[in-house]
């Protein structure tokens, strides 16, 4: 998706620039950006490092078998027709994304959408396959850590003001959209019987 | 409140760290190795973050962005959403580093503790890259994507964005 939004960007400001006559702005932010890139990496460093440290501890402890299963239900309730093994991998996705470990959510994400497909023999997605895209869409991480990582960088009062709000929002949307979701996809899939 | 605030990340690591040590784990190598790993996702992170500020930046000098934002800001003005946060609102669900870059921006030029800074952190923690997911997603097999999956990932994504911004207006 970068690969034509990142040139398009480029290209319609120097187009826009030397058009509205702000082209010698646009050449100083070349340079700007250089230096923007250098201290925004250099104070993410650190906490960015700490957290995925912190993470990795939380990974080896027993505390993951027991988020796995207090999903249990949940799988059960949304994804019971799946196969078992599309069931591991949809757990340990959901809780990769919990935990805010993008790197292992989406690998084990799309092995758990192949084994759903091996079962589904319609032409379109599956209710579980569905209903698997529609909860990664949604925002499920318990500690939005890379964040908080920007806003200490920035020098924030309180960086972790914004939990208890994501928390709200990322749970009134997550119910609704998985409630519009089951009720949407399931009713697709009945008329398809008939 | 406050102090409830101040209290979730060190009690998150108390609790993580006090776990580690009953089951005798070694906590250190253990955090070191995940250090590493931290530390190889900042590098590959950086040419993402040098080409997209650099875009970024350069988009925001030519003066266009002023220029959509009074166009399509009204629109989100609507929905209580300041009309600084059209381009974040546009990115958000394509790209999770564009969108960090550019939540990054705004909380530099508006104050990271200002109202607008409040609600892009809080759309960049409480929302996911619905597009982009349903893209990776959907790109391995092939099967037709019904619309409707799209339609309501789509309007969860705006959903979270609008509650986003309700939600901070009260607590400031």
């Not at chain 1, 999903?71 to 196969?83: M, Q, V, W």
């Not at chain 1, 997550?174 to 009945?190: A, D, V, Y």
């Not at chain 2, 059209?86 to 705004?106: H, K, M, N, R, Y």
């Not at chain 2, 890259?129 to 092939?142: D, L």
Request: charged share 15%; hydrophobic share 50%; aromatic share 10%.
């Amino acid at each position: 998706m970068l690969n034509k939004i990142w040139p398009i960007m480029i290209i319609i400001s120097v187009i826009f620039g030397i058009f509205s006559g702000r082209i010698a702005e646009v050449n100083n932010a070349i340079f700007v950006s250089f230096e923007d890139t250098i201290s925004m990496v250099i104070s993410l460093l650190g906490i960015m490092c700490f957290w995925s440290g912190m993470i990795k501890v939380l990974e080896n402890t027993k505390i993951l078998k027991k988020i796995e299963k207090m999903l249990r239900p949940f799988i059960e309730k949304f994804f019971g027709e799946e196969s078992e093994e599309a069931k591991k991998f949809i757990s340990l996705n959901i809780v990769s994304d919990m935990l805010g470990i993008g790197n292992a959510a989406t690998p084990v994400g799309i092995e758990a959408m192949k084994k759903m497909d091996e079962s589904n023999s319609k032409k379109h997605l599956s209710y579980g396959m569905s209903m698997f895209i529609l909860l990664n869409t949604l925002s499920i991480q318990i500690i939005p850590t890379t964040i908080i990582s920007v806003r200490a960088s920035l020098g924030s009062v309180n960086p972790g003001v914004i939990i208890l709000p994501v928390w709200i929002t990322s749970i009134i949307v997550f119910l609704l959209i998985m409630f519009i979701g089951s009720k949407l996809f399931k009713k697709e899939n009945k008329d398809e019987y008939i | 409140m406050s102090i409830f605030e101040s209290l979730i990340i060190p009690f998150l690591i108390f609790s993580i760290l006090s776990m580690c040590l009953l089951e005798r784990k070694k906590a250190f190598d253990i955090f070191s190795e995940g250090v590493n790993e931290g530390l190889k996702t900042v590098i590959n992170l950086f040419p993402t973050l040098l080409a997209l500020l650099l875009a970024v930046n350069m988009f925001r000098a030519c003066g266009l962005i002023n220029f959509l934002s009074d166009i399509f800001g009204g629109v989100l003005e609507l929905f209580f959403i300041p009309k600084e946060l059209t381009s974040l609102v546009f990115l958000e669900p394509i790209s999770g580093s564009s969108s960090l870059v550019i939540a990054t921006d705004l909380m530099k030029t508006y104050g990271v503790d200002s109202l607008i800074g409040l609600i892009a952190s809080t759309i960049l923690g409480a929302t996911e890259t619905t597009i982009y997911t349903i893209a990776i997603y959907t790109g391995v097999i092939k099967k037709k994507v019904p619309k409707k999956l799209i339609v309501l990932a789509i309007i969860g994504n705006f959903l979270g964005i609008f509650l986003s911004t309700i939600i901070c207006n009260i607590m400031n």
